[in-house]
């Protein structure tokens, strides 16, 4: 409602409006104390543009340093040599930042940890020395003169103006980084961070994720440079060094890894430590290295999210799950696009299989793990998946899933075929999974993790849904809306803003099904989802696969070591060993099989 | 005779790089306090040679162990901990341990930059128009030669072996007995006294100062890239390589370009052959 | 009793691997266990091998207590463990692999390499090869070896008959039987029964973490209730 529609707006807000606020008190300051807060809000920013690239997305960057001299030169060169106006020079510096953290993340998004860290470097120090050696542009190793900004004629000298100026300009350029990483594209960067394969199984693409986290950084870092800079008075390459870039390091991971307010007020509240210490200057750097370690060591969230991790602990009972009835209803309320319940129809109207595998073939070197698989999976229907150890059923999920590439073979889903389509586009073809060892996303709540299940979550969309999370539109209370109701199918309901990773097993297993189910499918693929529970809870399990597989006609396929359990839920059972297909057919009939027997017991003849 | 002096320091740097992969290959972490070990090996030489006036024999045979020591306990002390913790954590840590510790020094040296003499002054000799000093020619085979002897223990000694099955197979290494804490502690200290090493080699040509630290933790990490990370012996030609590329990017191109070419050569590296110029073969385990 | 477990329960995360065994070996004996997959044989070996962590219980080895010591001591204390995927050092020769693993011998008897290689003339011809080249049964052997060298009053066999030709599983039997009248006590997990029923005394099948049966040898191959208990 109304309230509900201005919280949204106002969390958006906050972090710009705190800037803002600061800088205001600061009018009341002397002009000593302006300066500082002047150089702190600045940090500020640029501590909150860490905090997407650090504590959402979990990369190690020593190229800041590099971005806030490209914008502070980027700014003061334009102005200095070619009278640029301030107001132009200010959007040249934060496009070309931008184009450097697009530049930077091209190559260097190929990489994570020790590797990626060490391309941010090389990007540094390259521009460092660059820029020391453009004697003509930049004035080489002395740097050159920075002017006060004018604006429409105004001169920002002043000490009170200019802290004016620099809180309103940062707290307007804070506010789309602090809406992204509210919205769905900063859940889908924690998300990456945490579990790779399982984010791109529901369509987020790791690598422009990266990218655009690099290049909306460096844009608002580049921003906080080129602000700076005429409070500075004297810009020199070495005040932009890779100690720099290390220290600002500091500033999400003291501040606190769990939101954009780490960011901010890390940033504003260390980068002016020296100032407020004065009798410690000296020993500052070895401080905050010390405090670094520690907070990494002891609060691996963050000083702030320790706090509220505590809280969230305690909590582990289970849901119960829901009637058919309460789901019938729901699904009448709630489906997010008739599109979607209109192919499942089309698809058993046309005869042709869900899932056709023709002749799959895997080797890892000497080891055939898939030898000439086909098998095909009919609308609607519960296939079971079981073998051995070692008979490749994994494998061959793998494949049909987009993570593993066959040798040879194809996948075809609904007649379309899977060749050369990554793992990012098969869930908008209508391909869902769980993982055996319930890949959810444990730092997200358990409502947003179904929502990326949503598979709405090229770059684009992201950025769009966050947007529109903030004006809390009608489209993402949609959105959530299936996402509860996909909860609620499940049995978690009452517990969708809670951690996903304070869930007890058998309900990180409910919630993986939840997020499979939400973008009404054509097929899922279940890997092992009942393994580590109990029977009670495999039961429950298996009555909820039942009941969605009749209730939204969503075909499934399921590995599973629990033979009992998979002849309970499946009509037809596949079963492999050594990577071929032993046998298939009607599931009672395999578990009778004298050749399923042979696998599993290896009958006197095969000892011998 | 730029290839004299490029040999001379692509030798050190083959040291420093070698303990950066050792500790990387037994441990899997990357050591971004590499360099601050190798700074702990210069300072320490000065208070051997200057500080004691104990002269320079002793402090080869001393600050290997010296610096082996610190290593050790940064390990087991600062490490350990936080062992389980992801990649991202290990190796901030790493970063800001780094820094840390040349803060350390700084505080404690309470001066930016400190020189040592040079351990074999007098005439150079020459050999035809080439003019090599006894330096450059102890440093480069001094230095090549603790290489040699590093990747002796780690490849045939008892002591390495141990080492050796850690880097190929942690679970199987256990089984036999090796436990990861000695391993480990081992791995660092056999890591940071290469870098020791590589300090006292390094601190009468390239000074004694902070930068040290993140000259050598770059160089280091960029000859042990070119060898690929993983190869020890890859790191030894990785690190003359380098300085080959150094020596002579300053005497054709520029001298702002000593310090652009590592990085150029790391960038290229990187991106077309991310395993290095000497892959350590993968054979799988079936 | 070498061995003995009381109350084993192994969880990796939110998952119960392990819920509550217990089961004795005899010295010299030998005790099969079985089970469907994901029933939690291995998690139980490696947990009584201390590879991996143990939620509650006890495990006693040789008349003191193990619980609390990882794999490093273990080992060193007489309690091998050849695990399923066999865990080599590709780059290492037989040879080599073979002074690693006396590694854990030492400060007591050695173990001549001479008797593996007798044990596998197969790995006698290749002594200098590297592990990472031999083939699935050579490598399996050596990973026996490895573990005979550390000079074990007890062996845990993680299914070692697994993934090999018909021909080389009756060579581990025998070399299995060979090891046990040497006086190493076996502890045996297979998912065949009746690899599981030559070899041993007893044998205890779990199923999805639990102890679904407990029996001799000879019982086990003519209960129906074992079947049922791998498809229930």
């Not at chain 1, 990456?192 to 290049?215: D, K, P, Q, W, Y």
Request: aromatic share 8%; glycine share 10%.
């Amino acid at each position: 409602m109304f309230n509900k529609r201005w919280r949204a707006l106002a969390g958006s807000l906050a972090p710009s409006a705190a800037v803002l606020a600061v800088a205001v008190l600061g009018l009341a300051l002397d002009t000593y104390w302006q300066y500082v807060l002047a150089i702190s809000i600045s940090a500020a920013a640029t501590g909150g543009a860490l905090a997407m690239l650090v504590s959402y997305a979990r990369c190690i960057t020593i190229a800041t340093g590099a971005m806030l001299a490209i914008g502070a030169y980027g700014a003061a060169i334009p102005v200095v040599l070619a009278g640029v106006p301030f107001g132009a020079a200010l959007v040249f510096a934060t496009a070309l930042g931008a184009l450097a953290g697009f530049i930077l993340a091209i190559p260097g998004v190929r990489f994570r940890s020790h590797n990626l860290a060490m391309v941010t470097l090389v990007f540094q120090s390259v521009v460092i020395i660059v820029l020391r050696e453009s004697k003509a542009l930049t004035g080489g190793a002395e740097g050159i003169h920075v002017p006060p900004p004018v604006i429409f004629g105004i001169s920002f000298a002043d000490d009170a103006y200019f802290l004016l100026l620099c809180g309103l300009l940062c707290a307007l350029a804070v506010l789309p980084i602090a809406i992204l990483l509210a919205g769905p594209f900063g859940k889908n960067l924690r998300a990456l961070a945490s579990n790779e394969n399982t984010a791109r199984a529901f369509g987020i693409n790791v690598r422009h994720h990266l990218i655009a986290a690099f290049t909306f950084s460096s844009a608002l870092i580049a921003f906080a440079g080129a602000v700076s800079a005429p409070r500075f008075r004297i810009i020199d390459p070495d005040s932009y060094g890779v100690l720099t870039s290390i220290f600002t390091l500091a500033y999400p991971i003291i501040g606190g890894m769990g939101s954009i307010w780490g960011g901010i007020l890390g940033g504003g509240v260390l980068r002016v430590l020296p100032e407020l210490l004065r009798p410690l200057a000296d020993y500052i750097e070895l401080i905050f290295c010390v405090l670094v370690v520690g907070t990494l060591t002891f609060f691996p969230e963050g000083l702030a999210s320790a706090f509220w991790t505590r809280r969230r602990r305690n909590r582990t009972a289970t849901a119960s799950p829901a009637s058919a009835r309460e789901w019938q209803a729901a699904r009448i309320g709630g489906s997010v696009s008739e599109a979607e319940t209109v192919t499942a129809a089309e698809d058993q109207a046309s005869g042709r299989p869900m899932l056709e595998l023709h002749d799959i073939s895997k080797a890892f070197g000497a080891l055939r793990a898939v030898n000439g698989v086909s098998l095909t999976v009919a609308p609607r229907s519960l296939h079971g998946l079981m073998g051995p150890n070692g008979a490749g059923k994994t494998t061959l999920f793998n494949i049909v899933s987009g993570f593993i590439p066959p040798d040879s073979g194809r996948v075809l889903i609904s007649g379309i075929s899977l060749d050369k389509v990554p793992i990012e586009r098969r869930i908008g073809l209508g391909m869902s999974r769980t993982f055996q060892h319930a890949a959810v996303f444990r730092r997200l709540s358990c409502l947003d993790n179904v929502m990326i299940g949503l598979g709405r979550n090229s770059v684009l969309q992201g950025a769009i849904r966050s947007l529109a999370a903030a004006l809390d539109t009608e489209e993402i209370r949609a959105e959530r809306y299936a996402a509860l109701l996909a909860l609620e199918a499940v049995g978690l309901g009452a517990r969708a803003q809670d951690p996903a990773g304070t869930l007890s097993l058998g309900d990180q297993r409910r919630l993986e099904i939840a997020r499979a189910i939400v973008s009404r499918p054509r097929i899922i693929l279940l890997d092992e989802p009942v393994s580590g529970v109990s029977a009670e809870e495999a039961q429950r399990l298996r009555e909820l696969l039942i009941m969605i597989n009749r209730e939204l006609g969503i075909t499934m396929v399921v590995i599973e070591h629990n033979i009992g359990f998979l002849v309970s839920l499946c009509q037809r059972i596949s079963v492999m060993t050594e990577g071929h297909i032993l046998a298939e057919g009607d599931a009672a009939a395999m578990v009778s099989d004298p050749r399923v027997r042979l696998a599993y017991f290896g009958e006197r003849e095969a000892a011998e | 005779m730029i290839v004299v002096g490029g040999l001379k320091f692509g030798a050190i740097y083959s040291l420093a790089a070698l303990g950066i992969v050792v500790i990387h290959k037994a441990t899997r972490i990357v050591n971004f306090a590499h360099g601050a070990f190798v700074l702990a090996g210069a300072y320490a030489t000065y208070g051997i040679v200057e500080g004691m006036g104990l002269g320079y024999w002793p402090a080869y045979l001393l600050v290997p162990v010296v610096t082996g020591l610190l290593a050790a306990a940064v390990e087991l002390v600062i490490l350990r901990p936080i062992r389980q913790s992801d990649m991202f954590a290990l190796i901030t840590s790493t970063i800001f341990i780094g820094i840390g510790l040349s803060e350390v020094y700084r505080l404690v040296q309470n001066t930016e930059m400190l020189g040592v003499p040079n351990p074999f002054p007098g005439r150079p000799i020459f050999i035809g128009d080439i003019i090599i000093t006894k330096e450059q020619i102890w440093v480069f085979a001094g230095a090549i030669l603790s290489s040699l002897i590093g990747l002796a223990i780690f490849g045939y000694a008892r002591l390495g072996r141990g080492l050796r099955a850690m880097a190929a197979n942690v679970r199987g290494a256990v089984l036999c007995g090796y436990s990861t804490d000695s391993m480990n502690a081992l791995a660092w200290f056999l890591g940071g006294a290469l870098a020791g090493l590589a300090g006292v080699f390094a601190a009468p040509s390239k000074g004694i100062s902070p930068e040290l630290s993140i000259s050598m933790v770059t160089a280091g990490f960029v000859a042990a890239a070119i060898g690929g990370f993983d190869s020890l012996r890859g790191a030894l030609f990785g690190g003359l390589i380098l300085g080959l590329a150094e020596t002579f990017a300053a005497a054709y191109v520029s001298s702002a370009m000593t310090n652009a070419i590592s990085f150029l050569l790391l960038f290229m590296v990187l991106l077309w052959r991310p395993e290095g110029l000497f892959p350590e073969a993968k054979i799988r385990d079936v | 009793m070498i061995l003995q477990t009381s109350g084993l329960r192994v969880a990796s995360g939110p998952m119960i691997r392990v819920d509550g065994l217990d089961l004795s070996l005899a010295e010299r004996g030998c005790l099969a266990l079985l089970g469907p997959n994901g029933a939690g044989k291995t998690a139980s070996v490696e947990a009584i091998a201390g590879l991996i962590p143990k939620a509650a219980g006890r495990v006693m080895f040789d008349g003191s207590d193990i619980t609390s010591l990882d794999a490093s001591k273990v080992v060193r204390r007489g309690l091998a463990l050849v695990p399923q995927l066999r865990e080599l050092f590709p780059n290492f020769s037989v040879e080599e692999t073979l002074l690693a693993g006396s590694h854990a011998a030492r400060g007591r008897p050695a173990i001549p390499f001479d008797m593996v290689y007798e044990l596998f003339p197969r790995l006698a011809e290749r002594r200098s090869q590297l592990a990472g080249s031999l083939s699935g049964g050579e490598q399996q052997m050596l990973a026996i070896g490895r573990a005979l060298v550390t000079n074990p009053k007890a062996m845990l066999l993680d299914e070692p008959s697994a993934g090999l030709a018909i021909g080389i599983v009756r060579a581990f039997v025998d070399a299995v039987k060979r090891i046990r009248e040497s006086g190493v006590a076996i502890l045996l997990v297979e998912q065949n029964l009746e690899i599981a029923a030559t070899l041993a005394d007893d044998c205890i099948v779990l199923a999805a973490g639990r102890v679904v049966w407990r029996g001799s040898a000879r019982d086990a191959t003519s209960s129906e209730e074992i079947r049922q208990a791998y498809f229930a």
